[in-house]
């Protein structure tokens, strides 16, 4: 019932369409999907969320001095649909909590990027590292939508909000800013 869109932007910021910036405050509304749904799939609704990642490198003499990176949640609205016929708040709450896991890698990247140290393979050591929580962001995606067969069980998908919330709040130190 999701889709992942995920978003590497290194050295330069470029965004080309519109964003809805993760905040603890915004829940996301029907309003905010603003695609077209796609009849041809069983998927009741698809939230195309991602992580938008960027770093810069200070250098002397050819070494590395220190380094900056900016790492942000994003929902993407004109890829985002749903079936209004079909949809209802439940679905609503399941297409969040995507959303919400997005915002969680999101902490997480940051939590791992603060432990780094200037040295000069940080480059490559966050090219790593964005690839490995994306494909961490990923699985979680699909195991969210595995275990809650896509918000249908619906114990399972209380189970994974109140699991979502917890981490969350466990990383809450590295939070995107409201």
Not at 69 to 93: I, M, R
Not at 131 to 148: F, G, P, R, S, V
């Amino acid at each position: 019932m999701a889709k992942i869109l995920l978003v590497l932007c290194c050295f330069v910021y470029v965004q080309d369409e519109p964003t809805r910036s993760w905040n603890a405050s915004y829940k996301l509304s029907w309003a905010d999907f603003k695609g077209q749904p796609n009849h041809n799939v069983s998927a009741v609704a698809i939230t195309a969320s991602g992580i938008s990642f960027g770093f810069s490198v200070r250098e002397t003499d050819s070494k590395v001095v220190g380094f900056t990176t900016e790492v942000f949640c994003y929902f993407y609205p004109e890829q985002s649909w749903y079936k209004p016929n079909l949809a209802d708040n439940h679905v609503l709450g399941h297409e969040q909590l995507h959303f919400d896991i997005t915002e969680l890698h999101v902490r997480k990247f940051r939590q791992r990027i603060s432990g780094l140290k200037v040295s000069n393979t940080i480059k490559s050591e966050l090219r790593q590292l964005n690839k490995t929580i994306n494909k961490e962001l990923a699985e979680m995606q699909d195991k969210y939508d595995a275990e809650t067969n896509y918000s249908r069980h619906l114990e399972n998908q209380e189970t994974w909000k109140n699991y979502i919330a917890d981490q969350l709040n466990k990383l809450s130190k590295y939070k995107s800013v409201d």
